[in-house]
């Protein structure tokens, strides 16, 4: 396996139903060996990127690559890339190991490797029930042993959660951590950054189509770090204060006189200001948390283009 083997890329990717612009100018990189989450709400375009993943949907404009190709070109998708999208259906009257085995040939496996994958999703207590009589978490899991039938290094997950319980959403997590800890390329897609902030290493987020962010978690999780707004007509004596007592300032956010503090309290910087008497005209907190972070990146005001940081 050459090293962008599991690389999905997509680069200046759009896709216009009509006069919807679904996907518009999208590039983004996921890495293997990781997870990767997919968020933006409803409609920002999740699902169509990952039908132009998997050829089901031809880019109006750009490119849509997994290991340096494109879908049609793959010599053996199925062993290259498993994709559970979100609308999976599957035949009420089959079992869930006749489902398995009617998609077994076409992923170039033998049909034991049906229970197999049954037994990695833990459905095998199902594997002789009807799908027809399957909750929305039996069959996420179905559709999740249909994607590893042929072992592929790279997995595309549609609100894999979706109908999971918090047992499900649990399993879920550590599942897909381990299939990242074998070296696969999982990307998984969510509307909610809450569903996923404990399973996934990067996060791409979208919004009406464009990129609004692409990181790692741990790079979101700073921008969401509580913060201190504090303004001094003292300049020199603001400088001295946040130098002596090691406080982060955000770098984006201080001017002379103004400074943004990353992970303190106010009291704290309250009380420092009063001990080194330096006069202070803003002492304003601010902890926008993650899932407000997350919001305010993707409601429509902010249309900017952050981060990018890894
Ligand atoms: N086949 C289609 N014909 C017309 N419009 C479409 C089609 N597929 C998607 N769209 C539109 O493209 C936009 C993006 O839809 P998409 O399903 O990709 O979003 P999403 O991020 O997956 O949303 P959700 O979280 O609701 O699944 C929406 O405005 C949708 O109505």
Do not use: C
């Amino acid at each position: 396996m050459s090293s962008s083997d599991g690389v999905i890329e997509v680069a200046h990717l759009s896709k216009s139903f009509g006069a919807v612009r679904a996907v518009d100018d999208l590039t983004f990189q996921v890495q293997p060996g990781r997870v990767t989450g997919f968020l933006g709400p409803n409609g920002a375009g999740k699902t169509t990127t990952l039908r132009m993943l998997l050829g089901l949907v031809s880019p109006t404009s750009g490119s849509a690559t997994i290991g340096g190709k494109p879908y049609h070109e793959l010599r053996q998708p199925m062993r290259t890339v498993g994709a559970a999208l979100e609308a999976a259906s599957f035949h009420p009257g089959r079992t869930a190991l006749d489902h398995l085995r009617v998609y077994a040939p076409q992923a170039g496996v033998p049909d034991s490797r049906a229970s197999e994958v049954l037994d990695l999703v833990g459905l095998s207590f199902a594997a002789n029930r009807r799908v027809g009589g399957f909750s929305l978490g039996m069959r996420q899991r179905l559709g999740l042993a249909t994607t590893l039938l042929a072992d592929p290094p790279v997995l595309l997950l549609d609100e894999p959660a979706n109908g999971l319980d918090p047992e499900g959403i649990r399993w879920l997590r550590v599942f897909l951590r381990s299939l990242a800890a074998q070296g696969r390329t999982v990307l998984v897609s969510s509307h909610v950054l809450s569903e996923v902030e404990q399973t996934v290493d990067d996060v791409i987020i979208i919004a009406r189509g464009r990129l609004v962010h692409s990181s790692t978690l741990d790079a979101l999780a700073r921008l969401a770090l509580p913060r201190v707004r504090v303004a001094s007509p003292d300049v020199a004596g603001l400088d001295a204060l946040v130098a002596q007592a090691g406080w982060e300032a955000a770098a984006d956010a201080s001017s002379p006189g103004r400074v943004e503090l990353l992970g303190v309290d106010a009291a704290a910087v309250g009380a420092a200001a009063f001990a080194a008497r330096v006069e202070l005209s803003e002492l304003t907190p601010h902890d926008p948390g993650l899932e407000q972070t997350f919001l305010s990146l993707t409601s429509p005001a902010q249309d900017a283009t952050t981060g990018g940081a890894r």
